[in-house]
């Protein structure tokens, strides 16, 4: 069965560092998004893409936070620097089309900031 | 695995109990709601949706009932078995242009045997 990948799935980092995630969708899915879920909270959606067009950023903080997703497949999700409050499971989701009430979710990156 | 059931609202049945989830939503302009479930150390996994132009909508061993009038929705699991213990998430998709998942608060569900 085709599933979401992420890496790493755990990361610890020191506050002011570089952090960057990786997620490969389902194949064939054009709509790919990263969330942020913060323990004991539902997910929150930092940005989305169709293809490799950013289709939704509003909620993420781009001062420090950018995410890319160049050939429409894979996708990178980059803090710069990383800050104490940034501790949290990064989620990647994908999804066949734009507006799919079913997205499948990868395992998540838990993200330490010490 | 690592939990992410703290502080959350939790429902503690026996196996073979039915179980209720409550959530409130809050756009009215909201074109679906979705149930969504989220074991220990994994992803969301998605459940079931409804359209907001619908009261029920039933899937193997769980219904969803919308009720507009007060922003309830609720997701009903039969036969409730220990497979079932996760954190359940009600989610909000408002298409304007594009479309976006809001999820609510979570609800952890611990099913004994």
């Known amino acids: 069965e085709a599933e979401v990948a992420q890496s790493p799935r755990y990361k610890i980092t020191e506050k002011s560092q570089a952090v960057a995630f990786w997620c490969d969708p389902i194949?064939?899915?054009?709509?790919l998004y990263w969330y942020r879920q913060i323990l004991g909270q539902g997910p929150e959606l930092l940005v989305q893409?169709?293809?490799?067009?950013?289709?939704?950023d509003s909620q993420l903080p781009k001062d420090r936070f950018s995410a890319e997703r160049l050939k429409g497949v894979d996708s990178t999700l980059k803090i710069q620097p990383a800050e104490l409050g940034d501790s949290a499971m990064y989620l990647c989701?994908?999804?066949?089309?734009?507006?799919?009430?079913?997205?499948?979710f990868g395992p998540g990156t838990r993200l330490t900031v010490l | 695995g690592e939990s992410v059931g703290l502080h959350l609202p939790t429902l503690s049945v026996q196996e073979g109990d039915n179980s209720i989830i409550n959530c409130a939503y809050s756009?009215?302009?909201?074109?679906?709601f979705i149930w969504y479930k989220q074991e220990s150390g994994k992803g969301p996994q998605f459940i079931i949706d409804?359209?907001?132009?619908?009261d029920k909508r039933q899937g193997q061993r769980v219904t969803v009932l919308l009720n507009k009038t007060v922003k309830h929705l609720s997701l009903q699991i039969a036969a409730t078995q220990p497979g079932d213990s996760a954190v359940y998430f009600c989610?909000?998709?408002?298409?304007?242009?594009?479309?976006?998942?809001?999820f609510g608060k979570g609800t952890m569900l611990l099913v004994s045997p």
């Open positions: 989701a994908s999804s066949i089309r734009q507006g799919d009430n079913e997205q499948f």
């Open positions: 194949s064939g899915h054009a709509t």
């Open positions: 893409f169709q293809d490799e067009s950013v289709v939704d």
């Open positions: 756009n009215s302009a909201s074109d679906y």
């Open positions: 409804i359209r907001s132009n619908m």
């Open positions: 989610a909000e998709n408002f298409f304007s242009g594009y479309s976006t998942l809001t």
